[in-house]
């Protein structure tokens, strides 16, 4: 039996332990801030600066508002959210609240997902944002077997392959959305010591768990940076408006120009063949300093690359002898551009720049300056539909207080009407060695354009894309068909054209999707006439893309490329979705080289089979 006075000790604890118990029970609610006069009512508790104080709880909604109550009624903050609810107390005075509510909580997703307190939908708070993982089982075509074409098809496997892109299919990255990949972003914002004047920073490695999975001992592919940076903001207006400077102390690939990415340039990915500049050696840093305002903006910026270059140097004991030595030099890119919003549905954007890109190591050109200049331009009329802008441009954020939205679901409005209409076009001027002039240089023109329009009725959404390429511009980053030679004055060149459309339907009760898209492509070629045997010929070759060639057999002409596709969407969550498709390519482009049956022993160049039908089904994660 306990002492009476150690029993008379523990009673008063045992009171305070009975009596915090609900308040341990209570869930954390996020705070806010908000502000009122009189006696202070919400969830949260008041705090007056007059002769009393008083504190009640109430229902926790998102906004923002101002007010002012009395000793017992209702009032409201303004801020991050605000409290409603009523209490009692007396007392008058100018107070202040705190009141539950936040950015991070989903006001847009499921019920479940709001009890909870979930994210809304394509936002994540950890260091891991803009992930992929993807399982694919299919076969791009089962209509041969395997070794009969090119490239090569095996039977039904799982992972994904080069062959299952279309080549209409997201036109505004440079992925094709069945990667296995997530992005390290570690981010740091803070403010400044000097009054408006905002820092961040954050490190971006990009993670290709494919490549990692392929077990080639080649880290660079699988880890790699992907646009780190250091930004200064200073605000001389509203909340986004002022002048921002962003270093970009490794890579500089998210600062292009042009707008949409498949025709965008300047960029410095050399692994995907988009560098603009050739034989460069690591990686691209650079700095862009910007000036937004809520109806235009204005920025300008430069990138520098290493590239190895022939320069002409004394040898070294006295001599003056001058010898050519090929070292690694700085060379320099300069960007810059403009867009204004004169009224609200209308958007005009420009841009240029100038890139060095070495110097000719031919012989009779050698040491002579290689550069690209040019410009690109961009008009859109939309309503109810934002600017579009492609994931691949942007800066990544993990900033809970303004939280990066990457993979927004598509939201659909019974009634309501959204639509896009853009035209956007690039001209560029290579300097490259003139092949019809021994020792003579000469520029030559690269020029693309591109027709988008996208409507969306309720639950409808279609689709129509038009580009044109000249072969020039497919191959600019080498730079030239024939490495930094201009075209043969008597060579002729197609350039690329396609069209393609796209439809779906979303049947909300379901979550499924349907959609259907398809499209006429022809290719870019390059094309000689010679004479073999006295007889005259010609030779074409066909350019899908840069390093994606093929050539046809004598007196052969390019064949339009068709390419259709039909797939079913089922969204299983906000997260995970599946995807089963069917798709067919016809192009009567490939060749094969063959023993000619006649000959015995020489090699012949013959079509492929055309035709390929293939199927898949994706289930993939995106957060």
Do not use: C
């Not at 009692?88 to 509510?101: D, L, P, R």
């Amino acid at each position: 039996m306990l002492p009476t006075r150690t029993l008379l000790t523990l009673l008063p604890l045992s009171a305070l332990l009975v009596a915090s118990r609900p308040a341990f029970a209570q869930p954390a609610q996020p705070t806010g801030s908000g502000s009122g006069s009189g006696t202070t009512t919400g969830s949260g508790t008041g705090t007056g600066s007059g002769d009393a104080s008083a504190s009640a709880s109430g229902t926790v909604t998102l906004g923002a508002g101002s007010g002012s109550g009395s000793a017992s009624g209702s009032g409201s903050g303004s801020g991050d959210g605000s409290g409603t609810g009523s209490g009692s107390g007396s007392g008058s005075g100018s107070g202040s609240a705190s009141s539950s509510g936040g950015p991070n909580v989903d006001v847009t997703g499921t019920a479940g997902a709001r009890a909870l307190g979930m994210a809304p939908p394509g936002v994540n708070y950890g260091n891991f944002m803009d992930t992929r993982l993807t399982w694919t089982f299919g076969d791009d075509d089962f209509l041969h077997r395997t070794g009969e074409l090119l490239p090569l098809s095996p039977t039904f496997s799982l992972g994904d392959r080069p062959q299952y892109r279309l080549f209409f299919d997201n036109l505004n990255s440079r992925f094709a959305g069945r990667e296995n990949l997530t992005h390290l972003v570690m981010y740091k914002k803070m403010p400044a010591f000097i009054d408006n004047l905002t820092t961040e920073a954050a490190v971006v490695l990009r993670f290709d768990l494919g490549q990692l999975a392929a077990n080639n001992g080649n880290l660079n592919s699988a880890l790699y940076d992907s646009g780190s940076y250091l930004r200064l903001f200073y605000q001389t207006g509203a909340e986004k408006e002022g002048v921002s400077a962003t270093f970009f102390p490794l890579d500089t690939d998210r600062f292009r120009l042009g707008y949409l990415y498949d025709i965008s340039w300047g960029g410095t990915a050399a692994s995907i063949n988009q560098s603009i500049f050739p034989r460069l050696q690591g990686a691209s840093p650079g700095l862009k300093v910007q000036y937004d305002h809520k109806k235009f903006y204005v920025f300008g910026g430069f990138k520098t690359a290493t590239i190895i270059q022939p320069e002409q140097v004394l040898r070294p004991g006295g001599e003056n002898d001058v010898e050519t030595v090929r070292v690694g030099e700085t060379n320099y890119g300069f960007l810059g551009g403009a867009g204004v919003d004169p009224i609200e549905m209308l958007r005009f954007d420009v841009g240029g720049g100038y890139f060095q890109q070495g110097k000719f190591d031919l012989p009779d050109v050698r040491g002579k300056s290689v550069f690209t200049y040019g410009g690109s331009a961009r008009a859109l009329v939309h309503q109810n539909m934002p600017v579009p802008q492609s994931v691949d441009f942007l800066l990544y954020r993990n900033d809970p207080n303004a939280p990066m939205i990457l993979f927004k679901p598509e939201t659909y409005q019974p009634g309501t009407v959204a639509w896009s209409l853009s035209a956007e076009g690039a001209l560029l001027q290579q300097r490259l060695r003139d092949y019809d002039t021994a020792g003579g240089v000469k520029d030559q023109s690269a020029l693309a354009g591109a027709l988008q329009a996208v409507v969306k009725a309720g639950y409808l959404r279609a689709s129509a894309t038009g580009i044109y390429r000249n072969l020039n511009y497919v191959v600019r980053n080498v730079p030239g068909f024939i490495p930094f030679e201009t075209l043969p004055s008597s060579a002729q060149a197609d350039p690329e054209l396609f069209g393609a459309v796209a439809a779906d339907y979303h049947i909300a009760a379901a979550h499924l999707t349907p959609q259907i898209g398809g499209g006429i492509q022809m290719p870019a070629t390059f094309s000689s006439q010679f004479t073999e045997g006295g007889v005259p010929a010609k030779r074409t070759v066909v350019v899908r893309q840069q390093g994606d060639e093929s050539i046809l057999p004598y007196n052969k002409d390019r064949t339009p490329i068709i390419q259709a596709r039909a797939s079913l969407r089922w969204d299983i969550s906000q997260i995970i979705a599946a995807n089963l498709w069917v798709q067919f390519v016809r192009d009567n482009n490939g060749t094969l080289v063959v023993r000619d049956p006649v000959e015995g022993t020489a090699a012949l160049r013959v079509f492929q089979s055309p035709n390929r039908l293939g199927a898949g089904l994706a289930v993939q994660a995106r957060f």
